[in-house]
């Protein structure tokens, strides 16, 4: 498997997803509670690399890759000091969570791609792959006294695991690392787009989806 | 030191604990708060391999050895899975409480022993058994934004503290592995059913188990 | 670099600023949730030493270098230990509070230090001085579920940065370890009593330092 991060179009891809998860984070946490500007860039920074750092030190990648690299640390940081200085932003919600999409559909393919690529077997890539697109905003959420989003609804977690397992499974049919990286993420970003558009959410347990119930999350 | 966990009894029992231990956090987490089939699966999922993972993060066994085996994945979520669709399981209490007493113990003792195998000392071994036995349902209660049960009340990390600490007495007095892993697994066993049978609780800091004072957690 | 952190004087200052942490770690814990001896050892014990361990996953140091030395364990369980059976020692506030700062300074440089030693660039020393520092208390706080002092007010989190960078500056200038350590050190101390002395706080995002606005944390 080579989905090769370093070439320019995955890596221009990754610093734009990078960015807009930092964006994109470091604004609900300003949302959710009150931060000074540590809180938020850390939680912004947090939310751009904390998935790809707990995917790398399940793999034993480290020093974590993204963290290593001063261009990802500089685009989180940069994307999180523009949600601190411009909170404006957030009337531009279509186009971060266009590109919040974005970075999830790369983070998960890259995730799980770099996953097989260290060796590790089929269920343990689409894992990681969900894990590198969905792990960020689970550390921001706990940090902020949330329970995180993944976990409760929407249609977020579910897009990057069908990224990453069709992925894993063109790797297996010998499909070339490229264009399966690309088909498995326009799929995880098309997924995730339909389920924002209308408002889709993942199957809840028996008893659990009474509208009636009073919400306790 | 040489618990063999590979042996066949040993395995068997482990993944009992393991198919235990997804299926009472799914629960748990099903209760707290209103979550969607990913939260479910992964909750149950971390409550079965959280300790594990932890553990083997510091003793620097990457990747984390529950986590690439697939068994240990394939029954977690096997357990999660169960507490999704048939909720109505929530009333065999009593069988789950004991599975549950069994998991802890044995990973308990088998996370103690895999820390004297790496090479670490007595006190940190016994830090890691119990690590091993409570990390995952603590990682869970984080995430569903509850304080972690093993802070606040119960006899939950003192049995699995006993526990790894007559293995890790046992190994130094040259008792030899599987006698000393079942006897301590016992123990700790017996303590946490005597703790549940009768509501025993660990101490308080003083001036804090005045019963009239408000309950804050 | 060499921040030799087995030198006398430093080591004894290490453990002291452990034992500090510890302290006001499980003070601070008891103040917030009701919890028995295990939370209140857990929680000094992580306060203390959570830091260290999050630096040395990231740098690859495995196991964590203060979790293999028995003398920050028995420092680190004694301080809570002390929280627990003295809760009156919260009146020493002041002491507590001039051992934490020291200790945070302590934390931040000899983190930073050992991140250049193990080869990583200068933005990454200076947010591993800064985790070493500010780690192990936001562990703490998420395990009690109260957002992170860290992220929310006060100068906790600059002080760290301004002395952990201090240090990587004076190690590119040539700048000899143990003076540069000391005086990093020092001026990251004296920030931090500054801070709580004028009770000064980070700048807030735009539209958010309204006195008027609830505080929803």
Redesign the interface.
């Known amino acids: 498997m080579e989905v090769n991060t370093q070439s320019t179009l995955l890596l221009v891809l990754d610093l734009l997803g990078t960015f807009a998860f930092a964006l994109n984070g470091a604004l609900t946490a ?1 949302r ?9 860039v ?2 912004g920074m947090i939310t751009a690399l904390g998935g790809g ?1 707990l995917r790398d ?4 990648d ?3 890759s993204t ?2 690299d ?1 261009r990802y ?2 685009v989180a940081a940069a994307g999180s000091l523009l ?3 411009a ?1 404006r932003l957030e009337r531009l919600s279509t186009p971060i969570t266009v590109f919040d999409a974005a970075g999830l559909s790369l983070f998960a393919i890259t995730g799980a791609g770099k996953a097989l690529d260290f060796g ?2 089929p ?2 890539a689409v ?1 990681l792959g969900t894990i590198t697109g969905v792990g960020g905003g ?1 550390v921001r959420d ?7 989003v ?4 929407e249609l977020y ?2 897009p990057a695991i069908v990224g990453a397992t069709v992925l894993v499974v063109c790797d297996r049919a010998g499909v070339p690392g490229l264009p399966a990286a690309l088909g498995a993420a326009a799929l995880c970003f098309a997924i995730r787009m339909i389920g924002v558009r209308y408002d889709l ?8 989806d009474d509208p009636d ?1 009073p ?3």
């Open positions: 300003v959710v509670i009150r931060i000074d500007i540590v809180g938020v850390t939680l750092i030190i399940m793999i034993d480290l020093p974590p963290f290593s001063w640390l500089t949600a601190f200085f909170r590790l077997g269920m343990q894992i689970t706990v940090l902020v006294r949330r329970v995180p993944v976990l409760t609804s977690a579910i959410h993942a199957p809840r347990p028996q008893g659990f119930r919400k306790r999350t």
